[in-house]
C-alpha cells in the first residue's frame, strides 16, 4: 500500500525527472558522451514512467479503500502572489490526469527510445534530447497542474518546445518558417485563453484552481448557473485556445506544416500528446462546458467539421507524413466532436488509443522514412512488405486499428464517440434540432475517408513493387522495432479498456468521479440496440473503405484515381492545395500586417509624428532664430542657457 | 507616507558614493593606463552593488514607508540631503545597481576611445540614477534627475554612431524641455502649495486645489511620458538607441526609461491622485496604443537596435498600464515589469553588441544561420527572447500577467463607468503577446536561423567568457522572477498597498464631494467602503 504522502514525492519525480534530462543535456553538451545522452536523456523518462505506475498503484489502493477518493495534491511552492492573486506550484493527480501521464510518459519513453536510433547520426544529438525531455516536462506539467495558470505555463511550454523541434534542423529555412508558424498560431489562440481566464475568475467571480472552480461551479446558486451568456464567451474564448493546440479549424494550419520536425517528434508531440491538449483542457473543465449547450454545439460542429474537412485533404496528399497530418486533425476533430457533445469518456478513450496507433504509425513512417533515405513521396515507395517486415507488420496494425476494423482499438473508441453523438443531449433539449444527426453522418463520412486514405497509404507504401531505383530499403535497428512492437500491440488491445458494455467499461469507471458534473448535464436518449446497430454500420463503413482504397490502389480499379484526376481537376486541385487555407490567410492576415506596420512605421512614425510633431517646431525655432543665430553658437550649452533664462522668466511670472 | 526606519549605517550614502569616489579615482589616474580604468570602474560599480545588496537585506519587507533613511542639512534655502528606500524604489534600486557592472563589463573590448572618460561617465551615471530613486527631497530629486542628462548626452555624442550628434541634441533637448517644466511645477507647489519644506513627504501633504493639480499633473506628467516614453513621446529613443554604444543602450534602456514609469508611481500620482484619476482614461488609452503600436512599427524595422527600441515602446506600454489601472496586482505588476523590462531589454542590446562587435552591423538582413556557429549566443538570445514575449517560467510572463488581470479586475469589477473602456483596453494591450512573438521571433529567425547567406558570417565566434558572465547573469534573473517572483513581489507588496490606499481614499473622497481634497484621515465608513470596493477575495 501506497501511503498518500508517497504519491506526493512521486508527482515531483514525475514532472522534474524530465526537467533534469532536459537541463543535464542542455547545458552540458559537450561534457557527455552520445552514450550518456542517450541514457540520461532516455533514462529520465522511463523514470518519469516507473513513477507514473506506481503512483497508479497507490491510487488504485486508496480508491479501493474509498471508491470516492478524489485526487491528490502535491504542493511545492507558492508561484504569484499579489494583491488578490494567489496562484501555488500544485500538483493535482486525480483519475484524468493519471490517465494522460501514463499516456505521456509511456509512449514519451518509448518515442525517446526510439529517437536513439533515429537520430544516431545527427550532430546535435544532446540538444535534441534536450528539448524532448523539456517537453516531457512541459507536458506533465500541463497534464498535472493544479491551477489553471499552471496549465497554461505547460501551454505555452509545449508551444515553446513545438517550435524548437519544429524548427530543429534549423539550417533549413522552410523548417525554421514552419517553427515559427506554429508559434504564432498556437500564441493566437494562447490569447483567447489568457482572456477567457480572466473573465472566468473577474467577471464569474471564480478561481484559476481547477478544483475549487468544480466546488463554485456546482454551487446551484452560483452566477455560473444564470449568467449563461458570459459562461458561453468564457468556454468559446477557451475554446480558441483549444483550436490551436489540437489543430481545429480554424488554427489548424500549422500542423500539417509541423511535420518538418523529425519524425519521433510528429509522432510525440504532434500526434500522441500536445495536440490533445485541447481535448484534455476542455474534459478536465467538462463541468464548465457543459453549462453552455451553445458553446458545446460550436465545440461539436468545429469538431465534425474538423474531422471530414481533414479526412477529405489527406485524400490526395502523396508525402506520407502529410497525410499522417492530416490525419491526426481529422482524428482529433472526432475527440472534439466528442467533448463538444459531452461524451469526455469517450474523447479521453480516442485521445488514447489514437495516441497508440497514431504514433506507432508516425514511427513506422520514420522507419520507413530512414529505410527509404529521407524519401518522403509514397508515389516513389512500394513493395516495402518484405524488405521491412516488422515495420510493415506494426504499420498494418495501427492502419486496421485506425481505420476502424472490429475488435482493434481505434473501432472500440471511434465507435463510443459516434454512438454517443447520436445518444446525447443536453438535459435543457438540442440547440438546433437535427444538429446531432448532422454530427454523426459528418463522423460517418469522415469514417469512410479515413479507412479509404489510410489503406491508399499502405497499399502504395508497403505493396507491390518498389517505384524508387536510388533506394535500398532495410529493417531499422531494434531501438526503433522494440518501440514500434510495444506501440502496436497497444493499437491492437488498447480498447479493452473501453469496451461498449456498461460493466465491462473499465475506462469509463475510473473517469466517472472526474465527469459526473459533466454528465449530469446531459441525457442519454440511446439505447444500446442502438449502440451495436452502429457497430455494424461503422464495420461495413470500413471495409467499405478498405475495400474501395484496394480495388483503386491495387485491384481492378487501378485507372480511376487517374480518371477521377482528369475529371475532377478543379476538386482534385483544390485538394491537393488543401482548399488554399493558406493562402486566404497569408493574403486577409499576413501580408496586411507586413504591409501595414510598414505603412505606420513610414507615415505616422517617421513623418507625422518625428517628422511634423517633434522636428517641425525644432525647425520652425530654427528657421526664426536664423537671425539671432550670431547669439547663438548652436550647441547644447546654448539652448539650456536658453531655457534657464526662459524657465527665470517663468518662474518670475508665476510668483 | 512616512519614515520608518532611519538608518544606522548608511548604506544608501556609501551606494551613492562609491561611483561617484571611483569616477574621482579614475580622473587621477593618467590616460595610459587603460587597464587600470577598466578594472577600478569594474571593482566600484561591484561595490556598489555590494553595498546594496546590504540595502536588500536590511529592507524590512513589511514595512509601506521610507526605510534606512539619512537626513542633514544641505543647500540653505531649506533643501536637505534626505535619503531613503521604500517598496517602490528598491527593486529599482537593486536593477540599477545590477545592471552598472555588467554594463561596464560588456564595454571592456566595445569601447577603444577616449575609455577613461567612458568609464568616468559610467561611474557618474550611475550615483545619479541611484540618487534619482532615492531622493526624499525635491531639490535633491531633480538635481540627480538631471544629472542623469549629461553621462547620457555625453555617451551618445561621444562614443554614438555615425548620427550621434542629432540623436544626443534631441535626447538631450526633448527630455531636458520636459523636466524643465516639472522644475517649474515643482517651485510652484513650494510657494503656492504652503509645503513647509521641500522635502517629499511636505510635499505630498501640500494643499493644491484641483485646477492646480491638473496643470501641475500635465507638466510632470509630460516630463516623465516623455522619459518613458509613452507614445506619442517616443520617437527620440529609437535615434537614441541606435546612435549609443552598447553600453549607454543598456543603460538607457534597462535604467533611465524607468525613470518616467518611476516618476509617476512615487510623484504625479501621490501629489495628484484626484488629477490622476480623471488623466488616467486618456494615459491608459496612449499606453495600449503604444503596445500595438510599438509592436507593429517594431515589426517594420530591418535594424535590430531599432527593433528593440521601438518594442521597449511597446512594453513600456504595459508598464505604464499597470500603474494606472490602480489595482495591487497591476502595480505590482508595473513594477516587477520595470524590472522585467530592464532585465530583458538590456541583454537584447548586449547580444545586439556581441554581433556588433564582430560584423560591425545592426541591420537584420545581413545575419542569417549564425546560430549553427554561435550556439551558445544563440541560447541567450532565445531565453532573452521567449522573456521578451512574456513566456510563462520566464520573468515577462508573470509581470504582465499581474498587469493584465489587475486591469481586467479593475474593468470587470470597479466602477461601472470603466467597464467597457477597461475590457477593451485589456483585449487591445493583450494582442501585444501576440504582436510580440511576431516580430521577435521573426527576428530570431533572421538572425539566427536558416542557410549562412552572408560568407562573413561563417567564422563567427561565439560569446567569450565575459560576454557569457554578463548575459548569463541576466539570464538567471530572468528564470528566478519567472519561477519565484515572490521574492521581489513581497519586497513591494506594503509600498503599493499604502499607495493605493491613499490614492483611492483622495480619489474617492473627490468623487463622492469632499469638500476639500483629502488631507484628512478617511472616516470609518468611506474605509470600510473602499475595503469592500478593493475586495477581500482572494484568486487562487
Given at each position: 500500500?501506497?501511503?498518500?504522502?508517497?504519491?506526493?514525492?512521486?508527482?515531483?519525480?514525475?514532472?522534474?525527472?524530465?526537467l533534469?534530462?532536459?537541463?543535464?543535456?542542455?547545458?552540458?553538451?559537450?561534457?557527455?558522451?552520445?552514450?550518456?545522452?542517450?541514457v540520461?536523456?532516455?533514462?529520465?523518462?522511463?523514470?518519469?514512467?516507473?513513477?507514473?505506475?506506481?503512483?497508479?498503484?497507490?491510487?488504485?489502493?486508496?480508491?479501493?479503500?474509498?471508491?470516492?477518493?478524489?485526487?491528490?495534491?502535491?504542493?511545492?511552492?507558492?508561484?504569484?502572489?499579489?494583491?488578490p492573486?494567489?496562484?501555488?506550484?500544485?500538483?493535482?493527480?486525480?483519475?484524468?490526469?493519471?490517465?494522460?501521464?501514463?499516456?505521456v510518459?509511456?509512449?514519451?519513453?518509448?518515442?525517446?527510445?526510439?529517437?536513439?536510433?533515429?537520430?544516431?547520426?545527427?550532430?546535435?544529438?544532446?540538444?535534441?534530447?534536450?528539448?524532448?525531455?523539456l517537453?516531457?516536462?512541459?507536458?506533465?506539467?500541463?497534464?498535472?497542474?493544479?491551477?489553471?495558470?499552471?496549465?497554461?505555463?505547460?501551454?505555452?511550454g509545449?508551444?515553446?518546445?513545438?517550435?524548437?523541434?519544429i524548427?530543429?534542423?534549423?539550417?533549413?529555412?522552410?523548417?525554421?518558417?514552419?517553427?515559427?508558424?506554429?508559434?504564432?498560431?498556437?500564441?493566437?489562440?494562447?490569447?483567447?485563453?489568457?482572456?477567457?481566464?480572466?473573465?472566468?475568475?473577474?467577471?464569474?467571480?471564480?478561481t484559476?484552481d481547477?478544483?475549487?472552480?468544480?466546488?463554485?461551479?456546482?454551487?446551484?446558486?452560483?452566477?455560473?448557473?444564470?449568467?449563461?451568456?458570459?459562461?458561453?464567451?468564457?468556454?468559446?474564448?477557451?475554446?480558441?485556445?483549444?483550436?490551436?493546440?489540437?489543430?481545429?479549424?480554424?488554427?489548424?494550419?500549422?500542423?500539417?506544416?509541423?511535420?518538418?520536425?523529425?519524425?519521433?517528434?510528429?509522432?510525440?508531440?504532434?500526434?500522441?500528446?500536445?495536440?490533445?491538449a485541447?481535448?484534455?483542457?476542455?474534459?478536465?473543465?467538462?463541468?464548465?462546458?457543459?453549462?453552455?449547450?451553445?458553446?458545446?454545439?460550436?465545440?461539436?460542429?468545429?469538431?465534425?467539421?474538423?474531422?471530414?474537412?481533414?479526412?477529405?485533404?489527406?485524400?490526395?496528399?502523396?508525402?506520407?507524413?502529410?497525410?499522417?497530418?492530416?490525419?491526426?486533425?481529422?482524428?482529433?476533430?472526432?475527440?472534439?466532436?466528442?467533448?463538444?457533445?459531452?461524451?469526455?469518456?469517450?474523447?479521453?478513450?480516442?485521445?488514447m488509443?489514437?495516441?497508440?496507433?497514431?504514433?506507432?504509425?508516425?514511427?513506422?513512417?520514420?522507419?520507413?522514412?530512414?529505410?527509404?533515405?529521407?524519401?518522403?513521396?509514397?508515389?516513389?515507395?512500394?513493395?516495402?512488405?518484405?524488405?521491412?517486415?516488422?515495420?510493415?507488420?506494426?504499420?498494418?496494425?495501427?492502419?486496421?486499428?485506425?481505420?476502424?476494423?472490429?475488435?482493434?482499438?481505434?473501432?472500440?473508441?471511434?465507435?463510443?464517440?459516434?454512438?454517443?453523438?447520436?445518444?446525447?443531449?443536453?438535459?435543457?433539449?438540442?440547440?438546433?434540432?437535427?444538429?446531432?444527426?448532422?454530427?454523426?453522418?459528418?463522423?460517418?463520412?469522415?469514417?469512410?475517408?479515413?479507412?479509404?486514405?489510410?489503406?491508399?497509404?499502405?497499399?502504395?507504401t508497403?505493396?507491390?513493387?518498389?517505384?524508387?531505383?536510388?533506394?535500398?530499403?532495410?529493417?531499422?535497428?531494434?531501438?526503433?522495432?522494440?518501440?514500434?512492437?510495444?506501440?502496436?500491440?497497444?493499437?491492437?488491445?488498447?480498447?479493452?479498456?473501453?469496451?461498449?458494455?456498461?460493466?465491462?467499461?473499465?475506462?469509463?469507471?475510473?473517469?466517472?468521479?472526474?465527469?459526473?458534473?459533466?454528465?449530469?448535464?446531459?441525457?442519454?436518449?440511446?439505447?444500446?440496440?442502438?449502440?451495436?446497430?452502429?457497430?455494424?454500420?461503422?464495420?461495413?463503413?470500413?471495409?467499405?473503405?478498405?475495400?474501395?482504397?484496394?480495388?483503386?490502389?491495387?485491384?481492378?480499379?487501378?485507372e480511376?484515381?487517374?480518371?477521377?484526376?482528369?475529371?475532377?481537376?478543379?476538386?482534385y486541385?483544390?485538394?491537393?492545395?488543401?482548399?488554399?487555407?493558406?493562402?486566404?490567410?497569408?493574403?486577409?492576415?499576413?501580408?496586411?500586417?507586413?504591409?501595414?506596420?510598414?505603412?505606420?512605421?513610414?507615415?505616422?512614425?517617421?513623418?507625422?509624428?518625428?517628422?511634423?510633431?517633434?522636428?517641425?517646431?525644432?525647425?520652425?525655432?530654427?528657421?526664426?532664430?536664423?537671425?539671432?543665430?550670431?547669439?547663438?553658437?548652436?550647441?547644447?550649452?546654448?539652448?539650456?542657457?536658453?531655457?534657464a533664462?526662459?524657465?527665470?522668466?517663468?518662474?518670475?511670472?508665476?510668483? | 507616507?512616512?519614515?520608518?526606519?532611519?538608518?544606522?549605517?548608511?548604506?544608501?550614502?556609501?551606494?551613492?558614493?562609491?561611483?561617484?569616489?571611483?569616477?574621482?579615482?579614475?580622473?587621477?589616474?593618467?590616460?595610459?593606463?587603460?587597464?587600470?580604468?577598466?578594472?577600478?570602474?569594474?571593482?566600484?560599480?561591484?561595490?556598489a552593488?555590494?553595498?546594496?545588496?546590504?540595502?536588500?537585506?536590511?529592507?524590512?519587507?513589511?514595512?509601506?514607508?521610507?526605510?534606512?533613511v539619512?537626513?542633514?542639512?544641505?543647500?540653505?534655502?531649506?533643501a536637505?540631503?534626505?535619503?531613503?528606500?521604500?517598496?517602490i524604489?528598491?527593486?529599482?534600486?537593486?536593477?540599477?545597481?545590477?545592471?552598472?557592472?555588467?554594463?561596464?563589463?560588456?564595454?571592456?573590448?566595445?569601447?577603444?576611445?577616449?575609455?577613461?572618460?567612458?568609464?568616468?561617465?559610467?561611474?557618474?551615471?550611475?550615483?545619479a540614477?541611484?540618487?534619482?530613486?532615492?531622493?526624499?527631497?525635491?531639490?535633491?530629486?531633480?538635481?540627480?534627475?538631471?544629472?542623469?542628462?549629461?553621462?547620457?548626452y555625453?555617451?551618445?555624442?561621444?562614443?554614438?554612431?555615425?548620427?550621434?550628434?542629432?540623436?544626443?541634441?534631441?535626447?538631450?533637448?526633448?527630455?531636458?524641455?520636459?523636466?524643465?517644466?516639472?522644475?517649474?511645477?515643482?517651485?510652484?507647489?513650494?510657494?503656492?502649495?504652503?509645503?513647509?519644506?521641500?522635502?517629499?513627504?511636505?510635499?505630498?501633504k501640500?494643499?493644491?486645489?484641483?485646477?492646480?493639480?491638473?496643470?501641475?499633473?500635465?507638466?510632470?506628467?509630460?516630463?516623465?511620458?516623455?522619459?518613458?516614453?509613452?507614445?506619442?513621446?517616443?520617437?527620440?529613443?529609437?535615434?537614441?538607441?541606435?546612435?549609443?554604444?552598447?553600453?549607454?543602450?543598456v543603460?538607457?534602456?534597462?535604467?533611465?526609461?524607468?525613470?518616467?514609469?518611476?516618476?509617476?508611481?512615487?510623484?504625479?500620482i501621490?501629489?495628484?491622485?484626484?488629477a490622476?484619476?480623471?488623466?488616467?482614461?486618456?494615459?491608459?488609452?496612449?499606453?495600449?496604443?503604444?503596445?500595438?503600436?510599438?509592436?507593429?512599427?517594431?515589426?517594420?524595422?530591418?535594424d535590430?537596435?531599432?527593433?528593440?527600441?521601438?518594442?521597449?515602446?511597446?512594453?513600456?506600454?504595459?508598464?505604464?498600464?499597470?500603474?494606472?489601472?490602480?489595482?495591487?496586482?497591476?502595480?505590482?505588476?508595473?513594477?516587477?515589469?520595470?524590472?522585467?523590462?530592464?532585465?530583458?531589454?538590456?541583454?537584447?542590446?548586449?547580444?545586439?553588441?556581441?554581433?556588433?562587435?564582430?560584423?560591425?552591423?545592426?541591420?537584420?538582413?545581413?545575419?542569417?544561420?549564425?546560430?549553427?556557429?554561435?550556439?551558445?549566443?544563440?541560447?541567450?538570445?532565445?531565453?532573452?527572447?521567449?522573456?521578451?514575449?512574456?513566456?510563462?517560467?520566464?520573468?515577462?510572463?508573470?509581470?504582465?500577467?499581474?498587469?493584465?488581470?489587475?486591469?481586467?479586475?479593475?474593468?470587470?469589477?470597479?466602477?461601472a463607468?470603466?467597464?467597457?473602456?477597461?475590457?477593451?483596453?485589456?483585449?487591445?494591450?493583450?494582442?501585444?503577446?501576440?504582436l510580440?512573438?511576431?516580430?521577435?521571433?521573426?527576428?530570431?529567425?533572421?538572425?539566427?536561423?536558416?542557410?549562412?547567406?552572408?560568407?562573413?558570417?561563417?567564422?563567427?565566434?561565439?560569446?567569450?567568457?565575459?560576454?557569457?558572465?554578463?548575459?548569463?547573469s541576466?539570464?538567471?534573473?530572468?528564470?528566478?522572477?519567472?519561477?519565484?517572483?515572490?521574492?521581489?513581489?513581497?519586497?513591494?507588496?506594503?509600498s503599493?498597498k499604502?499607495?493605493?490606499?491613499?490614492?483611492?481614499?483622495?480619489?474617492?473622497?473627490?468623487?463622492?464631494?469632499?469638500?476639500?481634497?483629502?488631507?484628512d484621515?478617511?472616516d470609518?465608513?468611506?474605509?470600510?467602503?473602499?475595503?469592500?470596493?478593493?475586495?477581500?477575495?482572494?484568486?487562487?
Amino acid at each position: 500500500m501506497i501511503k498518500e504522502t508517497t504519491i506526493q514525492s512521486l508527482l515531483y519525480l514525475i514532472v522534474f525527472a524530465p526537467l533534469a534530462g532536459a537541463i543535464l543535456n542542455g547545458l552540458f553538451p559537450r561534457m557527455l558522451s552520445r552514450r550518456a545522452v542517450s541514457v540520461i536523456g532516455v533514462g529520465l523518462p522511463f523514470v518519469s514512467f516507473g513513477a507514473t505506475l506506481l503512483a497508479l498503484w497507490g491510487f488504485l489502493g486508496l480508491r479501493a479503500a474509498n471508491p470516492e477518493f478524489p485526487f491528490v495534491t502535491a504542493e511545492l511552492f507558492q508561484w504569484i502572489v499579489s494583491g488578490p492573486i494567489h496562484v501555488d506550484f500544485a500538483l493535482y493527480l486525480d483519475p484524468l490526469s493519471l490517465v494522460m501521464t501514463l499516456i505521456v510518459t509511456g509512449i514519451g519513453s518509448l518515442i525517446h527510445l526510439y529517437s536513439v536510433g533515429y537520430m544516431h547520426d545527427d550532430a546535435s544529438y544532446a540538444r535534441y534530447f534536450s528539448h524532448l525531455n523539456l517537453f516531457l516536462f512541459s507536458m506533465l506539467l500541463l497534464v498535472l497542474g493544479r491551477s489553471l495558470l499552471l496549465l497554461f505555463v505547460g501551454w505555452e511550454g509545449v508551444g515553446l518546445c513545438s517550435y524548437l523541434l519544429i524548427g530543429f534542423w534549423f539550417d533549413d529555412m522552410a523548417k525554421a518558417v514552419a517553427g515559427k508558424k506554429a508559434f504564432l498560431v498556437n500564441r493566437i489562440g494562447d490569447f483567447g485563453f489568457l482572456i477567457a481566464l480572466f473573465f472566468l475568475v473577474f467577471h464569474l467571480g471564480g478561481t484559476l484552481d481547477i478544483p475549487d472552480l468544480r466546488e463554485v461551479v456546482a454551487n446551484p446558486t452560483s452566477i455560473f448557473r444564470t449568467d449563461t451568456a458570459m459562461v458561453t464567451l468564457v468556454t468559446l474564448m477557451l475554446f480558441v485556445g483549444a483550436t490551436g493546440k489540437s489543430a481545429q479549424i480554424p488554427l489548424y494550419v500549422w500542423l500539417p506544416d509541423a511535420m518538418a520536425g523529425p519524425t519521433p517528434v510528429s509522432a510525440l508531440i504532434h500526434a500522441a500528446t500536445m495536440v490533445t491538449a485541447g481535448v484534455y483542457m476542455i474534459a478536465r473543465l467538462n463541468f464548465l462546458f457543459v453549462l453552455s449547450p451553445v458553446t458545446m454545439a460550436i465545440v461539436a460542429t468545429v469538431g465534425a467539421a474538423t474531422a471530414i474537412f481533414a479526412a477529405s485533404i489527406g485524400l490526395v496528399q502523396n508525402d506520407i507524413k502529410k497525410v499522417l497530418a492530416y490525419s491526426t486533425v481529422s482524428q482529433l476533430g472526432y475527440m472534439v466532436l466528442a467533448v463538444g457533445v459531452g461524451a469526455f469518456g469517450a474523447g479521453v478513450f480516442h485521445l488514447m488509443t489514437h495516441a497508440f496507433f497514431k504514433a506507432c504509425l508516425f514511427l513506422g513512417a520514420g522507419s520507413v522514412i530512414h529505410a527509404m533515405a529521407g524519401e518522403q513521396d509514397i508515389q516513389k515507395m512500394g513493395g516495402l512488405r518484405r524488405k521491412m517486415p516488422i515495420t510493415h507488420a506494426t504499420f498494418l496494425v495501427s492502419t486496421l486499428a485506425i481505420a476502424g476494423v472490429p475488435l482493434l482499438s481505434g473501432f472500440f473508441s471511434k465507435d463510443e464517440i459516434l454512438f454517443k453523438v447520436l445518444a446525447l443531449q443536453p438535459a435543457a433539449g438540442p440547440v438546433v434540432p437535427g444538429l446531432n444527426g448532422l454530427w454523426f453522418a459528418m463522423g460517418i463520412g469522415a469514417a469512410l475517408m479515413t479507412a479509404l486514405y489510410m489503406f491508399r497509404l499502405y497499399f502504395l507504401t508497403f505493396s507491390g513493387e518498389l517505384r524508387s531505383h536510388d533506394a535500398h530499403p532495410h529493417e531499422s535497428p531494434a531501438t526503433m522495432t522494440i518501440p514500434l512492437i510495444v506501440l502496436a500491440v497497444g493499437a491492437a488491445v488498447a480498447g479493452y479498456i473501453g469496451l461498449p458494455h456498461p460493466r465491462l467499461n473499465v475506462l469509463e469507471h475510473w473517469l466517472h468521479p472526474v465527469f459526473a458534473d459533466g454528465a449530469a448535464a446531459l441525457v442519454n436518449t440511446g439505447s444500446h440496440a442502438l449502440e451495436y446497430g452502429l457497430m455494424g454500420v461503422s464495420t461495413v463503413v470500413a471495409f467499405l473503405g478498405i475495400g474501395l482504397a484496394w480495388a483503386m490502389y491495387r485491384g481492378p480499379w487501378r485507372e480511376v484515381p487517374g480518371r477521377l484526376h482528369a475529371s475532377l481537376g478543379g476538386m482534385y486541385r483544390t485538394l491537393w492545395n488543401k482548399y488554399y487555407v493558406d493562402e486566404a490567410y497569408d493574403a486577409v492576415i499576413v501580408r496586411p500586417l507586413i504591409a501595414g506596420s510598414r505603412w505606420i512605421h513610414r507615415w505616422i512614425d517617421a513623418a507625422l509624428i518625428d517628422g511634423i510633431g517633434v522636428n517641425g517646431p525644432a525647425r520652425v525655432l530654427a528657421f526664426v532664430g536664423g537671425a539671432a543665430r550670431r547669439l547663438a553658437c548652436g550647441d547644447v550649452q546654448a539652448y539650456a542657457a536658453a531655457l534657464a533664462i526662459g524657465l527665470a522668466i517663468l518662474v518670475i511670472f508665476v510668483l | 507616507m512616512t519614515v520608518e526606519t532611519i538608518a544606522t549605517t548608511p548604506f544608501i550614502t556609501w551606494s551613492l558614493a562609491i561611483p561617484l569616489v571611483g569616477a574621482a579615482f579614475l580622473a587621477l589616474i593618467p590616460r595610459a593606463h587603460a587597464a587600470a580604468h577598466k578594472g577600478l570602474a569594474l571593482a566600484f560599480s561591484l561595490l556598489a552593488f555590494l553595498v546594496s545588496l546590504s540595502i536588500w537585506v536590511n529592507f524590512d519587507v513589511g514595512l509601506a514607508g521610507f526605510q534606512l533613511v539619512e537626513d542633514h542639512a544641505w543647500l540653505p534655502f531649506g533643501a536637505r540631503y534626505t535619503v531613503g528606500v521604500d517598496g517602490i524604489s528598491i527593486l529599482l534600486v537593486m536593477l540599477t545597481t545590477f545592471l552598472t557592472p555588467l554594463t561596464i563589463l560588456s564595454a571592456f573590448s566595445a569601447i577603444d576611445k577616449r575609455p577613461k572618460e567612458f568609464y568616468i561617465a559610467m561611474l557618474l551615471l550611475e550615483t545619479a540614477m541611484l540618487g534619482t530613486l532615492v531622493a526624499m527631497d525635491m531639490v535633491l530629486f531633480y538635481v540627480f534627475w538631471e544629472l542623469m542628462l549629461i553621462p547620457m548626452y555625453l555617451m551618445i555624442g561621444i562614443w554614438g554612431g555615425e548620427r550621434r550628434l542629432y540623436a544626443a541634441v534631441k535626447f538631450f533637448l526633448y527630455t531636458f524641455a520636459g523636466s524643465v517644466l516639472m522644475l517649474v511645477g515643482i517651485l510652484y507647489m513650494y510657494v503656492k502649495g504652503g509645503s513647509a519644506s521641500f522635502a517629499y513627504l511636505d510635499f505630498l501633504k501640500s494643499g493644491i486645489d484641483l485646477r492646480e493639480q491638473m496643470w501641475l499633473f500635465a507638466v510632470f506628467g509630460l516630463a516623465f511620458a516623455i522619459k518613458v516614453p509613452l507614445f506619442p513621446f517616443h520617437t527620440w529613443l529609437p535615434d537614441a538607441h541606435v546612435e549609443a554604444p552598447t553600453a549607454g543602450s543598456v543603460i538607457l534602456a534597462g535604467v533611465l526609461l524607468k525613470m518616467g514609469t518611476y516618476g509617476f508611481l512615487r510623484f504625479a500620482i501621490p501629489f495628484f491622485p484626484e488629477a490622476a484619476g480623471t488623466f488616467s482614461v486618456p494615459i491608459l488609452v496612449l499606453a495600449a496604443v503604444g503596445i500595438v503600436y510599438g509592436s507593429l512599427v517594431a515589426f517594420a524595422q530591418s535594424d535590430i537596435k531599432k527593433l528593440v527600441a521601438y518594442s521597449s515602446v511597446a512594453h513600456l506600454g504595459f508598464v505604464v498600464l499597470g500603474m494606472f489601472a490602480m489595482t495591487h496586482e497591476a502595480v505590482s505588476g508595473s513594477i516587477l515589469q520595470m524590472v522585467n523590462h530592464g532585465i530583458s531589454t538590456g541583454a537584447l542590446f548586449l547580444l545586439v553588441g556581441v554581433l556588433y562587435e564582430r560584423r560591425h552591423t545592426r541591420a537584420i538582413d545581413a545575419y542569417g544561420g549564425i546560430a549553427r556557429n554561435m550556439k551558445v549566443f544563440a541560447t541567450f538570445l532565445l531565453i532573452i527572447t521567449l522573456s521578451s514575449i512574456g513566456l510563462p517560467g520566464t520573468n515577462g510572463f508573470v509581470g504582465e500577467f499581474l498587469i493584465l488581470a489587475g486591469l481586467f479586475r479593475e474593468a470587470l469589477g470597479g466602477p461601472a463607468g470603466f467597464k467597457g473602456l477597461g475590457i477593451a483596453l485589456g483585449v487591445v494591450a493583450a494582442t501585444g503577446i501576440v504582436l510580440g512573438a511576431v516580430y521577435m521571433l521573426t527576428m530570431v529567425r533572421k538572425v539566427l536561423f536558416g542557410p549562412i547567406v552572408h560568407e562573413e558570417n561563417r567564422n563567427l565566434k561565439d560569446v567569450n567568457l565575459r560576454e557569457f558572465v554578463v548575459l548569463g547573469s541576466l539570464v538567471v534573473l530572468v528564470f528566478w522572477i519567472g519561477i519565484y517572483p515572490k521574492t521581489f513581489l513581497s519586497r513591494t507588496d506594503a509600498s503599493v498597498k499604502l499607495l493605493l490606499d491613499t490614492y483611492k481614499t483622495r480619489v474617492v473622497d473627490h468623487r463622492l464631494g469632499g469638500a476639500k481634497a483629502g488631507m484628512d484621515a478617511p472616516d470609518q465608513a468611506l474605509r470600510a467602503h473602499l475595503d469592500a470596493a478593493a475586495g477581500g477575495e482572494v484568486v487562487r
